[in-house]
């Protein structure tokens, strides 16, 4: 088995090292990433950084070429080690001078450098040592072991899935909503219990009041200042005044920000409900709180800047409330 992971080595390798490759040479990601990652603090210039990503997609699809087309040739394998140490000494850098950068790996994703960007840079340094002890081409090992090479064929893309830069948008996000389509909604019975105790409030209103109200009451969710105390910023839309930006575009917007990042982990489900106050768009998810016994049942609910979308800004203005779901009292959730 080891011999024949050794052997796939130059193909596994290579599904690596193309698309992330392709995404910096050819992605339109690759100029509007660049000022974020740690590279252009360390070049000094957006522009230089954006050029180097360039080049090196290029290096890493003539890598992927070149192992899938040559792979007993030990010359790719040690230039994917190479490229492997170098980005692990990046990666370094980044984590010391620039914690809270994007590492620039894929040039499709802006997250903050986490140890998954470590792991595959690993990956992509015993890999490429891997490929250059190749004894055999992978075709041939795979037309002798067919079922052993895609076992571990699917396990290799299972694994580089789960170091993905993004898992939470890739596969967690998909997972939670297949989960609630399943099981059903996590607050079903909350949610039901609530809007029985509202209508039973609004009967007990109804019959001691002396005059029937001419004023709808309305729900307001107050956007929370940040932890420092300062006061929300502005949004650019005029209160009131209505958005062109569909909701699906501010959920994708909301998502690739660090304001999601910080509380992902508490939400569970897909998008519940959504609504524009005074320039802003509030959009609530259900979530849990804590874990074991000590778990409730939360609301998540993000205050997005209405008029903003991936075309018009890099990082949204976000502000986020985490309420408990049968109380209404805040509940404060760390990342």
């Given at each position: 088995m080891s011999a024949l992971a050794r052997d796939l080595a130059p193909l596994v390798l290579a599904g690596v090292l193309g698309p992330a490759g392709a995404g910096k040479l050819f992605g339109r990601g690759t100029a509007r990433q660049a000022p974020r990652t740690a590279l252009a603090r360390l070049l000094r210039d957006d522009g230089r950084a954006a050029l180097f990503l360039r080049v090196l997609g290029a290096v890493e699809l003539l890598l992927a070429a070149a192992l899938l087309a040559w792979p007993t040739t030990p010359l790719p394998g040690a230039g994917a080690a190479l490229l492997g140490v170098g980005f692990l000494g990046y990666l370094g850098y980044a984590r010391t001078a620039a914690p809270g950068s994007s590492c620039g790996c894929t040039a499709r994703q802006e997250a903050p450098l986490t140890w998954r960007a470590f792991a595959r840079a690993a990956a992509v340094l015993?890999?490429?040592?891997?490929?250059?002890?190749?004894?055999?081409?992978?075709?041939?090992?795979?037309?002798?072991?067919?079922?052993?090479?895609?076992?571990?064929?699917?396990?290799?893309?299972?694994?580089?899935?789960?170091?993905?830069?993004?898992?939470?948008?890739?596969?967690?996000?998909?997972?939670?909503?297949?989960?609630?389509?399943?099981?059903g909604h996590p607050l079903a019975a909350t949610a039901?219990?609530?809007?029985?105790?509202?209508?039973?409030?609004?009967?007990?209103?109804?019959?001691?009041?002396?005059?029937?109200?001419?004023?709808?009451?309305?729900?307001?969710?107050?956007?929370?200042?940040?932890?420092?105390?300062?006061?929300?910023?502005?949004?650019?839309?005029?209160?009131?005044?209505?958005?062109?930006?569909?909701?699906?575009?501010?959920?994708?917007?909301?998502?690739?920000?660090?304001?999601?990042?910080?509380?992902?982990?508490?939400?569970?489900?897909?998008?519940?409900?959504?609504?524009?106050?005074?320039?802003?768009?509030?959009?609530?998810?259900?979530?849990?709180?804590?874990?074991?016994?000590?778990?409730?049942?939360?609301?998540?609910?993000?205050?997005?800047?209405?008029?903003?979308?991936?075309?018009?800004?890099?990082?949204?203005?976000?502000?986020?409330?985490?309420?408990?779901?049968?109380?209404?009292?805040p509940v404060m959730a760390t990342a």
């Open positions: 015993a890999g490429g040592a891997a490929a250059a002890l190749a004894r055999q081409p992978w075709w041939t090992a795979a037309a002798r072991h067919p079922a052993a090479a895609a076992c571990l064929v699917l396990a290799a893309a299972v694994a580089l899935t789960a170091l993905s830069a993004d898992p939470e948008r890739r596969w967690r996000m998909p997972l939670r909503r297949l989960r609630l389509r399943i099981a039901t219990a609530t809007a029985t105790a509202t209508a039973t409030a609004a009967a007990t209103a109804a019959a001691t009041a002396v005059a029937p109200a001419t004023t709808p009451a309305t729900t307001q969710v107050a956007v929370p200042p940040d932890a420092a105390g300062a006061p929300p910023p502005v949004p650019l839309t005029a209160a009131g005044a209505r958005t062109a930006v569909p909701v699906a575009a501010t959920v994708e917007l909301l998502e690739r920000s660090r304001a999601w990042q910080s509380v992902s982990r508490v939400v569970r489900s897909a998008l519940m409900d959504h609504w524009d106050d005074g320039g802003w768009r509030i959009l609530q998810f259900a979530g849990v709180y804590g874990g074991g016994t000590a778990a409730r049942p939360v609301l998540v609910l993000f205050a997005v800047d209405a008029a903003a979308s991936l075309d018009t800004v890099r990082e949204p203005a976000v502000r986020v409330s985490v309420i408990d779901a049968d109380s209404g009292a």
